[in-house]
């Protein structure tokens, strides 16, 4: 995982003016290590919101199969969402499209950064 992928805002369905990336038809970073994401300053309520079957064994992230966490949904690159939203830990919301982690995801995918809806 890159440094710094889990310390960053990600929201799927928003368009940051300072970026041309739309997480929307991204998906990258919600596909990156099976370490992520991790839960850090949640308390026990935010985790109870979390569906059980999305969370780790350990309680310490969300359930990955392979690189994906368990809530994403939807192809990587063309059209993805986040099931659990608005309960998203909150290395989700840090992570920001246009910097450098989420380049570094969508490289990987190769995913350019400039505009991501597929044409
Ligand atoms: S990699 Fe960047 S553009 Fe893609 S979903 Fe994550 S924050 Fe959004
Ligand atoms: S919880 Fe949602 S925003 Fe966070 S990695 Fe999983 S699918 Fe992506």
Not at 22 to 46: H, I, K, Q, V
Not at 100 to 111: K, N
């Amino acid at each position: 995982m890159p440094k710094g992928l889990g310390g960053t805002a990600k929201i799927m369905n928003v368009v940051f003016p300072n970026s041309e990336l739309n997480c929307r038809y991204c998906g990258a970073c919600c596909a990156f290590s099976e370490n992520w994401p991790r839960f850090t300053l949640e308390d026990n309520a935010a985790i109870e919101n979390i569906p059980w079957e999305l969370v780790n064994e350990q309680e310490t992230g969300m359930r990955c199969y392979k690189d994906r966490c368990a809530a994403l949904e939807g192809k990587i690159g063309t059209l993805t969402s986040c099931s659990i939203h608005p309960n998203r830990p909150i290395v989700c919301r840090d992570c920001k499209p246009g910097e450098e982690t989420c380049l570094i995801a969508r490289r990987r995918f190769g995913l350019n950064n400039k505009g991501s809806r597929p044409s």
